[in-house]
T-cell receptor
């Protein structure tokens, strides 16, 4: 079956702009989580959506937001981009939170802010 | 708060050597534990997991045992190959009320296997 699909793979944006990243989970998976990966901070949790509702949220500023659609696809938006937002953004899907079965990750979107 | 500590890398090994990556955790409850692997330019792949104390996760020759008494989940492989060169992440997830919370990751350990 198809894995987790993230689009686009690479993105270059200018400071102050906004960006939207997309994630299509594995068919049947209702939970989608987003993580930011940087060399300095490692992997940090952004938020989790389950059945179109945000269920958990990490410690990121309000510039970072997300949503989930009825087909479980999710988008993440970052407004007023800063240089420090340059990172690999990873999406992970699971049936109902990954505690029992683990999460399946996509290949990520590499965002570069210039 | 909940946290995961894993040994720093890089760990450099010769092919067919024995690999151990130490991982210890701090958690307020009883977490599920995971090892993920990341190859260059790719996302994370689940390598193995354990959901309760004394469980042993295994996959592709890798093993890890959930040790509640030492709060550890060390990753081992008896004979590594060049293709095992990657970054390995230890992680935990806690059940919060009726849903699983976020994955809390360690800093990652880079493993380099030379021919």
């Amino acid at each position: 079956k198809a894995g987790v699909t993230q689009t686009p793979r690479y993105l270059i944006k200018t400071r102050g702009q906004q960006v939207t990243l997309s994630c299509s989970p594995i068919s049947g998976h209702r939970s989608v989580s987003w993580y930011q990966q940087t060399p300095g901070q490692g992997l940090q949790f952004l938020f989790e959506y389950f059945s179109e509702t945000q269920r958990n949220k990490g410690n990121f500023p309000g510039r970072f937001s997300g949503r989930q659609f009825s087909n479980s696809r999710s988008e993440m938006n970052v407004s007023t981009l800063e240089l420090g937002d340059s990172a690999l953004y990873l999406c992970a899907s699971s049936l109902n939170g990954g505690g029992n079965y683990g999460y399946t990750f996509g290949s990520g979107t590499r965002l570069t802010v210039v | 708060g909940d946290s995961v500590t894993q040994m720093e890398g890089p760990v450099t090994l010769s092919e067919e050597a024995f690999l151990t990556i130490n991982c210890t955790y701090t958690a307020t409850g009883y977490p599920s534990l995971f090892w993920y692997v990341q190859y260059p330019g790719e996302g994370l792949q689940l390598l193995l997991k354990a959901t309760k104390a004394d469980d042993k996760g295994s996959n592709k020759g890798f093993e890890a045992t959930y040790r509640k008494e030492t709060t550890s989940f060390h990753l081992e492989k008896g004979s590594v190959q060049v293709s095992d060169s990657a970054v390995y992440f230890c992680a935990l997830s806690l059940l919060v009320t009726d849903s699983w919370g976020k994955l809390q990751f360690g800093a990652g350990t880079q493993v380099v296997v030379t021919p």
